[in-house]
């Protein structure tokens, strides 16, 4: 590959695999999965891609410099003697973010001014005049990662975490973040080859990353702005190109269904699903989960229930018999997904799981529970050629262990928090202008309630978008 250089896409702990998988379909080479991050290699148009395309990263860097540094002051002298000329001028506007892992640096904002004053100090050195620093709108972004000594300078090409795809117009409380629910959907092997349920949808966004994944969708296409789009060797025409390229999507022959026992959820999650030009492939319906009769199509279940951290019910111990009562009598022949927290909850449903992958949520350490809903007894399910748990679930199962190995890792995902609060915090979206998006207008699915007719409630209302995808 002519003119690559090296990149880094971070994401969630757990979803390093997922993302690793996703690169290799946009071109990257030399893909090294570590942690909370991927590293590979790539040109202009794979850096691009990587933005638009990925499910599973919520930033990606362009890397100017490694070094070592034991005090701000090695710091500060590495990064005045870049040549930042070939980076900025006087006429824009920069920022810089810091991630800390070290004992030698406790103050992340300090690192922050120190590198700020590197590059005003050269610039003020070579001419005598500063770029300004803006924090609401650079027109650079800079991004210093430090763990121990080891650090590492780098160009943020994102801007906002790509976890803000745009589609959100409202929020529930303690939302699911994007990244981390088309991580789960990824996780499922789910391909949209059969329909999709979430019983307890919330805000909608364990539907919608579905639906963007089956259709092979970039999530990219609601975000107003890219930072690379600032850049001065930003390619127009190749940013263009791949914006607008829909050769990869595929059709959804299904269909995707969200339940939720709050009306409020049930609107939002509707309004956001329009938003996402999405109405004719996912239903949303106000009912609850106790009600729950099994659908007569072919189904997958992945959902979120309430953890009693965050998020409360009257009775959270008996909500987690329902479900397991629900999925024993009404769910057989189907899997179900279920991400939550506390073991006390899962030893509820009084179903044994046949995968349990770790997966943290925010700074809380989850599992991701596999339950293969079959009749009769296992033997039989086995000599007739069922299988619990694929080849490449058993090998996602193993990553377990190495969370367990790693047990220092809960402070530092507070730490994590604190540097980083824009990939994990909610947020509310009320815009979806930019001079190439579009809204998609894909034909009415015909029959969209057929096999779910006992669950729903009453009819959904057309939320169908009508306005013509703009290139």
Partial sequence: MKNSFEIIAKTFMGLEPMLAKELATIGAQNIVPGRR????????????????QLHTAIRILKPIKHFKARSAEDVYEACKDINWTEYLNERRTFSVDAVVYSEEFRNSRFITYKVKDAIVDFFKEQNGKRPNISVANPDIRLN??????????SLDSSGESLHRRGYRQETMEAPLNEVLAAGMVMMTGWKGDTDFIDPMCGSGTLLIEAALLAQNISPGVFRKEFAFERWDDFDKALFDDIYNDESAEREFKHHIYGYDVDIKAVNTARLNVKAAGLSNLITIEHADFKDFQKPKNKSIMVTNPPY??????????ETYKMIGERLKHEFTGNDAWILSYKEECFDQIGLKPSIKIPLYNGSLECEFRKYALFEGKMKEFRSE??????????????????????????????QEEENEESDIR??????LERPKTFIRN??????GQKGHEKFAKGKQKDFTNTKPRKK
Avoid: W
């Fill in 426 to 431: 909610s947020f509310k979206f009320h815009s």
């Fill in 308 to 317: 009693g951290e965050r998020i409360t019910t009257s009775n959270l111990l």
């Fill in 385 to 414: 050629g069922g299988v619990l748990k694929s080849e490449e679930e058993k090998k996602q199962m193993s990553e377990k262990h190495r969370f367990k190995k790693n047990r220092e890792f809960k402070k530092r995902m507070e």
């Fill in 37 to 52: 991050m991927v590293s590979f290699t790539g040109d202009k148009e794979v850096l691009y891609r990587a933005n638009m």
């Fill in 144 to 153: 210093i990662h430090i763990a121990e000594d080891k650090c590492t300078l």
């Fill in 442 to 447: 894909p034909k009415k699915e015909e029959n």
